[in-house]
Nanobody
Framework: QVQLVASGGGLVQAGDSLRLSCAAS????????MGWFRQAPGKEREFVAA??????????AYANSVKGRFAISRDNAKNTVYLRMNSLKPEDTALYSC????????????????WGQGTQVTVSS
């Protein structure tokens, strides 16, 4: 019932910035918490960031590896969530996927009920 389409990935150099977008559509999409996860070849999927879809003070969460560099945000009018990535590092290289859940902020992938197919981010040295 929910469709998530991620875009904005690409090939960049270390230190560059990139903004990923996740367009959401479907039933009650404005009530979903949204998260970003990433997975590199040979690695397990890991949590990146999450944000409450509507309101909430302190309603964001970040992995330690991206704190201070990445920022998650949303534009409810466009039903879109964003991941602004600054000071990109080669270790940020991964397939980035957005996900949605009705359960609230979580860093656990199993909590997220809906997933997009992801967008590739590659950071060169």
């Amino acid at each position: 019932q929910v469709q998530l389409v991620a875009s904005g990935g690409g090939l960049v150099q270390a230190g560059d910035s990139l903004r990923l977008s996740c367009a959401a559509s479907g039933r009650a999409v404005n009530s979903y918490t949204m998260g970003w996860f990433r997975q590199a070849p040979g690695k397990e999927r890991e949590f990146v960031a999450a944000i409450q879809w509507t309101g909430g003070t302190g309603g964001t969460a970040y992995a330690n590896s991206v704190k201070g560099r990445f920022a998650i945000s949303r534009d409810n009018a466009k039903n879109t969530v964003y991941l602004r990535m600054n000071s990109l590092k080669p270790e940020d290289t991964a397939l980035y996927s957005c996900a949605g859940t009705t359960r609230g902020l979580s860093s656990s992938a199993y909590v997220y009920q809906y997933w997009g197919q992801g967008t590739q981010v590659t950071v060169s040295s």
